[in-house]
């Protein structure tokens, strides 16, 4: 057993049970100050409670001084594309000099030039690349995350990307990984011009595949105007069913796509982007609680699009989730406290809303919220310690761009030092 103690500030407590925070509740931010809490040779949390309560040091095996320092969750990112080839900086640059990303994609930049990247590398490359953006996420306090394949678009690719995947969750057992399908997202170059076909292939071949390897937990579809119909998206998540996979999807980032509305109706556990997202989805995700709206900041702050409405999905009652997108061309960051950041000055989240949109509810949006996202015993002791020069919460978010983690606990153990 471990016993930390000298914790300035516990943050984020919640009871056992919670599994979201929704509306005006997404403000709440239970605190202890002056804190100690125990993990236990599980790695997981196992009490915690104010210093005058602290148990006798003699009682543990290892007692770790925390410093004064506050202690959250690790953030939970359940959006991201974090196995791909190769960064692509040039296409930023063509973005500088005043092409649209639709631009650059329709000239065969973007998804497609990633795939042709990809589908020349080996698994182990892939797999090499991959584990170092891994651990650099972690050392950012991520503790959780989903990774989607989907820059393949060929069955050995998309296999290849989900392999990789398979082989992350081992070398680092401390981060919890859920892994998404996502073959539908963009036509593969095989079969321009030939979309249904594609789409056929994703239902026929891919799917049955990876779901026989047992590669994924979810499949995802980039629902959008130049990429998926509704109807081919409503096809791929019936047939996703059929293999006892559920559902998440990208919806009305570029348009108002109708992404939410088969969403909802398919059982999605996440929607996500939600950029082009008018009243009536916002309505309608205000009464389907159980598919939670996700907003990426890092996709609209890097192709300078609108935001999320962040806000009024709040206002209206909704879980809101955020998460990182982290992928070569929209979002070049798996860094989660920018995240926090950005929810705050681009979608104007209070401090406290937007810490639970990154933990608790994205723990929610991967039906993760009984293991991670909260200070609750039972659940895992993946923690964040922050410098102890930090004064307080709000001023993680505020100060974007000072280096406020200090450490970070996996599953009971320290990633570094
Ligand atoms: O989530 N929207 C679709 N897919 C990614 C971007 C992919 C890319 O440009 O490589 C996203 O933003
Ligand atoms: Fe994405």
Known sequence: MLL???IRLLAGILPAGVTKLAGADMARLETISDAWLTVGDDGRIAAFGPADTMPAESGYARVYDAGG??????????HTHLVFAASRQGEFVDRLRGLSYAEIAARGGGILCSADRLNAMTEDELFNSSLHRLQQVAACGTGAIEIKSGYALTLEGELKMLRVIRRLKQAMP???IVATFLGAHAVGRAY??????YVQHVIDDMLPAVAAEGLADYVDVFCEQGFFTVEQTERIAAAAHLHGLSVRLHANQLHTSGGVEIGVKAGAHSVDHLESAGDAQIELLARNTDTIPTALPGASFFLREPYAPARKLIDAGCALAMASDFNPGTSPTGDMRFIWSLGCISMRLLPAEALNAVTINSAAALRLADQYGSITPGKWASLIFYHPDVPDIDYIPYAFTHPSIDRVMLKGEFTTR
């Open 69 to 78: 320092c506050i202690v959250t969750p690790t953030f939970v990112d359940s």
């Open 174 to 176: 401390g981060m919890t």
């Open 4 to 6: 930390i103690k000298n």
């Open 192 to 197: 321009a011009g030939r979309q249904d076909d």
